[in-house]
């Protein structure tokens, strides 16, 4: 039989409160234990003295049996000063996950794409053939603007002809009301 020191979760929903023990470690987490040796409440603040309360007696005693403590119980005990704590180096934790390092890579790619873009843009003279070319591309816009022209005053002509109806409306709306008040 392997011994856990470990939490067991109690409390209501999204107000978790933990008891400390020492459980077999083949039970379930909220399961059968063979000792409580400690409390810890999260929703208290962390420099609070009832956020963590720790039976050392008891816990030396697990710990001398040969129970292995979960890792957040090993923090506890590590701040309580009853049982060391070796830092962990987790190199892989810092660095980004595979969808974003290709977001990363892509967004590189574009950017130097556009650079050289740029560097060809300002290398290369332009040329003189093409101002003629452009002459004719800034024609053909005005053509379209002369057309859209007769449109637009359609609308604007369209325009005080609906607001004088507006107008009228609320005009006959109010004479009924004045007949009645009269009445």
Avoid: C, H
Avoid at 104 to 116: D, P, R, V
Avoid at 121 to 143: D, I
Avoid at 169 to 178: F, G, I, N, T
């Amino acid at each position: 039989m392997a011994i856990a020191l470990r939490l067991s979760r109690g409390g209501a929903k999204k107000r978790p409160y933990y008891r400390i023990v020492a459980a077999d470690s083949r039970r379930a987490r909220d399961g059968k234990y063979l000792e409580q040796v400690g409390m810890y409440n999260p929703l208290l603040a962390k420099d609070d003295e009832g956020r963590v309360k720790l039976n050392e007696d008891r816990i030396r005693y697990w710990l001398g049996v040969g129970a292995q403590p979960s890792d957040r119980v090993l923090r506890f005990l590590d701040a309580a000063g009853i049982l060391k704590r070796e830092p962990r180096n987790n190199p892989n934790k810092a660095k980004p996950g595979e969808k974003a390092t290709e977001r990363a890579e892509e967004k590189a790619e574009k950017a130097a794409a556009a650079e050289e873009a740029a560097k060809e843009a300002a290398a290369a003279p332009a040329p003189v053939e093409e101002a003629p070319v452009e002459e004719v591309a800034t024609e053909a816009p005005a053509e379209e603007a002369a057309t859209e022209a007769p449109a637009e005053e359609a609308k604007a002509e369209e325009a005080p002809a609906e607001e004088a109806k507006a107008e009228e409306a609320p005009a006959a709306e109010e004479a009924p009301a004045d007949d009645k008040a009269e009445g």
